[in-house]
């Protein structure tokens, strides 16, 4: 590689040795060996750190473990499908839908790893750094650093070079990328592919959209949890920015990330689609420049959406919503009263801190999360209707 990626690029297997040792050694780490392991095997994982050589080592020995326990203790099961479509040994932008901060890219490591395909690179936003510990620790687990701040031409300058740098990850076959859809997480409920990121992928080409696009090998991910993590911190953050300029306070981020670890997930699915073809992308750059991005947007969103696996807390909130049964197949009385007790005490929980805050309009906003999925298949499903019929 020509160009200075040092410090945007993942540890290598010294740095990622000599980071570990760090992380052994500090103080936090007796937290989440608690929560991971249990009490009593904090000095096991130290040293366990401490005498790790490299990336692999790491991803082996200690985080497969660390997703699993995840899994096994706050969700009631993972189902994975399309795993076909990363299995022909090519490498890829994996792009998916991006709900969690840390569990959406570190499950599909998971995944990836437990059925001997070759992990990935992923990229995190810097303001997710919050400390040395934290970027040790992603660092050494293959994360790129995507910068956000600076003047508009840093900004500028930051794209282009991690264009660059996850491009010729891929077109070199070195590893595949992971990257969200969008700029932080989706907190409506609403899965959309923003087309800067398409733009920020072609600044780093050759100015012909279907090569440039097709090198890539773009790859959707459908990612859907039963119990959106942190459902009741989107709600308030969604509530507040409905009235002011919405600013998180120092060390949220981080209080989004714990969060979305510890909580209850129920069902957890992921859903590999078929990559973005060539077909496809010459019917996209049939079109004039801005409206190619926006054609390509539209067919990944369309892979997404339908293979989004709709729960039945999709379903009680969109019949909430809607104030009828439309959906009323597809749960229980029981699940029903499960979901609404959980609601019930958590946004109340929000209301007795804040009581500026309207329970009734927070609580239209919290369903909303949950219902806006089932509107978003249902109204892709009508417009792929319309589309096949004669004119």
């Known amino acids: 590689m020509g160009k200075d990626y040092s410090n945007i690029r993942p540890y290598?297997?010294?740095?990622?040795?000599?980071?570990l040792k760090r992380v052994a050694s500090a103080p936090e780490l007796k937290a989440i060996s608690d929560f991971i392991y249990g009490p009593g095997h904090e000095e096991e994982l130290r040293d366990r750190l401490r005498n790790l050589d490299g990336i692999y080592q790491f991803q082996a020995s200690v985080m497969a473990g660390v997703i699993q326990a995840i899994i096994d203790k706050t969700s009631a099961g993972l189902t994975v499908e399309g795993l076909e479509h990363v299995r022909d040994g090519r490498k890829h932008m994996l792009i998916s839908n991006h709900r969690d901060i840390i569990l959406d890219p570190a499950i599909i490591q998971l995944v990836l790893f437990n059925h001997h395909i070759s992990t990935t690179e992923i990229a995190v936003g810097d303001n997710l750094i919050a400390n040395p510990l934290i970027e040790d620790i992603f660092r050494s687990n293959r994360m790129i650093k995507v910068v956000r701040g600076g003047t508009p031409r840093e900004k500028y300058l930051s794209s282009s070079l991690l264009s660059s740098y996850m491009r010729e990850n891929i077109t070199s076959d070195r590893c595949s990328v992971w990257i969200a859809q969008r700029n932080g997480r989706s907190k409506d409920g609403h899965d959309a592919t923003e087309q800067g990121l398409l733009k920020m992928f072609e600044m780093s080409g050759s100015?012909?959209?279907?090569?440039?696009?097709?090198?890539?090998?773009?790859?959707p991910i459908a990612i859907s949890y039963q119990y959106e993590p942190c459902d009741f911190l989107k709600a308030r953050e969604l509530y507040i920015s409905r009235r002011?300029?919405?600013?998180?306070?120092?060390g949220e981020d981080t209080i989004s990330?714990?969060?979305?670890?510890?909580?209850d997930k129920g069902r957890i699915a992921f859903h590999f689609?078929?990559?973005?073809t060539e077909r496809e992308l010459t019917e996209c750059a049939s079109y004039e420049k801005n409206e190619r991005f926006k054609a390509l947007a539209d067919i990944m969103d369309g892979r997404i959406c339908g293979s989004y696996r709709l729960w039945d807390t999709n379903y009680i909130a969109y019949d909430m919503l809607e104030k009828g049964d439309a959906c009323?197949?597809?749960y229980t009385p029981e699940s029903r009263a499960v979901f609404l007790e959980r609601m019930k005490k958590g946004l109340s929980a929000i209301v007795e801190k804040e009581p500026c805050i309207d329970m009734d309009e927070l609580t239209e906003i919290y369903l909303s999360i949950y219902a806006n999925p089932v509107r978003s298949v249902r109204e892709r499903q009508a417009g792929d209707r319309g589309r096949s019929c004669p004119v």
């Open 207 to 219: 100015g012909d959209f279907v090569k440039d696009f097709r090198e890539l090998s773009i790859l």
């Open 328 to 330: 009323a197949s597809e």
């Open 257 to 263: 990330i714990l969060t979305g670890v510890r909580q």
């Open 12 to 19: 290598d297997d010294r740095e990622t040795s000599q980071a």
């Open 273 to 276: 689609c078929p990559e973005i």
């Open 244 to 250: 002011e300029r919405y600013v998180k306070k120092p």
